[in-house]
């Protein structure tokens, strides 16, 4: 190979990879003008989340995670639906991509009842490290006699069915053994707001009522399935809410349908 001829394919290989790669500057901030930010009360919400009130402009498209649609309500509060249930927001970190999540049934409840148990089904969604589990066993009708139940449950006076919380996964060493209970529930809450408590029955009896109210957290996965080629190209994911599909938003604001990456040949 001559000199020019080694020069001009040297040049033509950086220009490939400039070309492949312009996009993929910064997918963990995009810019407003892409994808809107918005303030819920003390909450702000970007990409991967978006305002299920507010679309992206260019057409139909939102900007984000399709089951990452959030609500505001009147109060300025947070809200997420899951498949289980409804929940407010708490805290959204951006930098480790985690969500902090409450019951919305339960805050205004002097003793928490959640009724159902986090079901995540197939969202990019998993629980955190920083989660520990509770394990709720509500109107027993047959339980030892010398485990303290959750007082603030109890009916009347009527001993009869009473209510129980454990560590999920103790409750075989402190003497749960098929018990009749009406339901059992698993909650899960931050290790933070328990950890003074795990140690001992009776004062998870009495501390299970403002940690079940703090809430617990789950990380996101970035990137999952198709979404993974459009931010490795430096695009954001979207959705078409008429045409019910996955979009990559490009830097650009254009829709395609994959990955923004140019000349899809060369590239990979
Ligand atoms: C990406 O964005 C973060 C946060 O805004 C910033 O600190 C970082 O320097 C950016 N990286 C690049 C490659 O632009
Ligand atoms: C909600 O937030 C908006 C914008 O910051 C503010 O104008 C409004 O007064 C707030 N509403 C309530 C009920 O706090
Ligand atoms: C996420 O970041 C916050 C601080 O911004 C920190 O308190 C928390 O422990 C972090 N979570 C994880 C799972 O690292
Ligand atoms: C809590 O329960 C959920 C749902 O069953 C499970 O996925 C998670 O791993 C549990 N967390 C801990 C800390 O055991
Ligand atoms: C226990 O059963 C009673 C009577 O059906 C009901 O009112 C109460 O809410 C139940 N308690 C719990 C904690 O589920
Ligand atoms: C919640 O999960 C526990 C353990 O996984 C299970 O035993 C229980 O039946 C579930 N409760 C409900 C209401 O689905
Ligand atoms: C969604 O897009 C995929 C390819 O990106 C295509 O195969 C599929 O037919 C599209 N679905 C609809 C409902 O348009
Ligand atoms: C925007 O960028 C995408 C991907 O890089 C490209 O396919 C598209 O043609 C560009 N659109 C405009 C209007 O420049």
Redesign the pocket.
Known sequence: MSKLSQTLFTLSIILIITSCYADSSNTTSPSSSLCPISLCGNIFIRYPFWIKSQTINTRDQFCGYPDFGLECSKSNKTIINLPSDTYYVTDINYDNSSITLVDIDILDQKCPRVR??VTLSNLPLSFSKLDLNLSFYFNCSSYPPYLDPIGCFRVSNDEKLRSYVFVDGDEGEIGYDNWKCE????VSVKVDEVSDFVGSVDDLINGFGSAVKRGFVLDWRKGFEDCAKCENSGGYCGYGQESKNFTCICGNGSVVAKSCKKGTFLCF
């Open positions: 159902k148990n339901d059992h529930v698993v």
